[in-house]
């Protein structure tokens, strides 16, 4: 079976391939430091891209648009509950604990 692809589905190919590598190489390069506090800004972001890619996956009329955009929903949705799970963690790291009472009868 061969696939037929229009040339904007090509280009969108193109567009998300790229931009995969791009997304790829700029995490690399980000030191370890940086990673929790810029992950909740890039919860928003992943909240918008998880909409935008629902309605491109609810818009398409071809299965291969379609098959990208749930990807694209799949993904978008894993970064998204991940960055959620990461900021999560690092909140709970910075709570003050309680301070157990010491031991012993000093009176």
Same mark, same amino acid.
């Given at each position: $079976?061969?696939?037929?692809?229009? $040339?904007?589905?090509? +280009?969108?190919?193109? @567009? =998300?391939?790229?931009?995969?590598?791009?997304? =790829?190489?700029? +995490?690399?390069?980000?030191?370890?430091?940086?990673?929790? &506090?810029?992950?909740?800004?890039? #919860? %928003? +972001?992943?909240?918008? @891209?998880?909409?935008?890619?629902?309605?491109?996956?609810?818009?398409?009329?071809?299965?291969?648009?379609?098959?990208?955009?749930? @990807?694209?929903?799949?993904?978008?949705?894993? #970064?998204?509950?991940?960055? =959620?799970?990461?900021?999560?963690? $690092?909140?709970?790291? =910075?709570? /003050? /604990?309680?301070? /157990? &009472? %010491?031991?012993?009868?000093?009176?």
């Amino acid at each position: $079976m061969i696939l037929a692809l229009t $040339m904007g589905e090509v +280009i969108g190919l193109y @567009i =998300f391939v790229l931009a995969a590598f791009i997304g =790829f190489e700029v +995490i690399t390069k980000v030191p370890a430091q940086l990673h929790t &506090p810029l992950m909740s800004g890039a #919860n %928003a +972001i992943s909240g918008i @891209i998880l909409i935008g890619a629902i309605i491109v996956a609810s818009n398409t009329t071809s299965t291969f648009g379609l098959i990208l955009g749930v @990807i694209g929903v799949f993904l978008a949705m894993i #970064n998204v509950v991940g960055g =959620f799970a990461v900021t999560d963690r $690092m909140l709970h790291m =910075f709570k /003050k /604990k309680k301070e /157990k &009472p %010491a031991k012993g009868g000093d009176a």
